[in-house]
Every structure is written in C-alpha cells, then in structure tokens.
T-cell receptor, first 112, second 113 residues
C-alpha cells in the first residue's frame, strides 16, 4: 500500500524568504510523484511532477522539488516566496493505475 | 475545451435524501476519477473509470454510493440516503491512459443537514 506524509500542516513565512514543504512517501513499488496546489476558492492544479529521469524537477513559477529515493522524499522548495504563493499544497503519489494518493496538505501562508 | 466541469457546484440536502453529481471530463480523456475531500484533509480516492468500465473502487465507497460512466464520456456519482458524514467536497479528475497528469474540476460541495 502507498501512503504520503506531509510533515508540516502549516508553514508561515515572510515574503521573499525561502521555503521548504516536506513530503515523505511509502511504497513497495516504483511511484510517480506530484505536487498539486489549491489556491483559495479554486480547484487543484498540478504544480510539478516526477516521472523518471532527472531527480530535480521545476515549475514555471519558481518552485522545485527533488526526488530522493533513499530517503523516500519529494520536498518542495522555493528560494523566494511571494504573497501570491499563499495556498494549500498537496503532495501525491501514483502508480500505473493513475489513482492519486494524497498527503494531508500543507498550508503555506506568506506574510508581508 | 474548457477543462473538467462539475455540476452542481454546491448542494445542500437533508439527511436521508439522495443526491447525484455530474462530471464532464476533458473530451479526449479516457480515464475519469472521483475523489472526496473533507476539511483540512487531502483528497481521498473513491473510484475510477477507463472509458465506460469502472476498474477500481475504494473501501470508502459504501453501498450507498454508486458511480457510472455509461458512454465513456460524462460520469455521475450518486449517494443514497445521505448522512451528515457525507458532507465533503467531491472532486472529479480526468487523464489520458498513460498520461500521468490528472486535471481536476472545481468540485461539488455537499452539505448534509
């Protein structure tokens, strides 16, 4: 069985500071890894994904995540956050069926 | 194509009533997924279809829940004899076979009084 643990339920950070949202997963098979973002009153959007190849993946808005197989982690980072990054972030894993197993979510609150 | 759509966006019902939600996926997507999200939690998988075939159902999907995708296009999720514990956001997503990105709809928020 697969599971995902997001280690922080809330992460408050000041604007322009760096941030890391932590995600650990458990699986007995190879998985695909995702970060989804949910802005206030909006639906889930894919932020970035790891399927294979380079373990470092990047999004168009400056986020990056690194797949670490030995530590079974897929932490999300951004070197400098903006107020508009305030949202709920979900880490997820899937296998060949495509169904997503989500973590509990991390609320990123960016303060001015 | 405007993405995945869900109808209604909000539903308030009394305990014991039946409700039905509709999901229209992106037109060329073969796979359709239903998830449920309660406050402060991540979405939980309920069931998924590949074309018209329902290939997997979660144990969360009790006998009161039924989902269909009769022509491999839109899907419906029905909850019979609703309970207060059914109050949640019901999310639909679609993808192509072999495509690992799921596109989510805006969700249907169900409130059971």
């Amino acid at each position: 069985a697969q599971s995902v643990t997001q280690l922080d339920s809330q992460v408050p950070v000041f604007e322009e500071a760096p941030v890391e949202l932590r995600c650990n997963y458990s699986s007995s098979v190879s998985v695909y890894l995702f970060w989804y973002v949910q802005y206030p009153n909006q639906g889930l959007q894919l932020l970035l994904k790891y399927l294979s190849g380079s373990t470092l993946v990047e999004s168009i808005n400056g986020f990056e995540a690194e797949f670490n197989k030995s530590q079974t982690s897929f932490h999300l980072r951004k070197p400098s956050v903006h107020i508009s990054d305030t949202a709920e972030y979900f880490c997820a894993v899937s296998h060949d069926t495509g169904k997503l197993i989500f973590g509990q979510g991390t609320t990123l609150q960016v303060k001015p | 194509d405007t993405g995945v759509s869900q109808d209604p966006r909000h539903k308030i019902t009394k305990r014991g009533q039946n409700v039905t939600f509709r999901c229209d996926p992106i037109s060329e997507h073969n796979r359709l997924y239903w998830y449920r999200q309660t406050l402060g939690q991540g979405p939980e998988f309920l069931t998924y279809f590949q074309n018209e075939a329902q290939l997997e159902k979660s144990r969360l999907l009790s006998d009161r829940f039924s989902a269909e995708r009769p022509k491999g296009s839109f899907s419906t999720l029905e909850i019979q004899r609703t309970e207060q514990g059914d109050s949640a956001m019901y999310l639909c997503a679609s993808s192509q076979i072999g495509g690992h990105e799921q596109f989510f709809g805006p969700g249907t928020r169900l409130t059971v009084l």
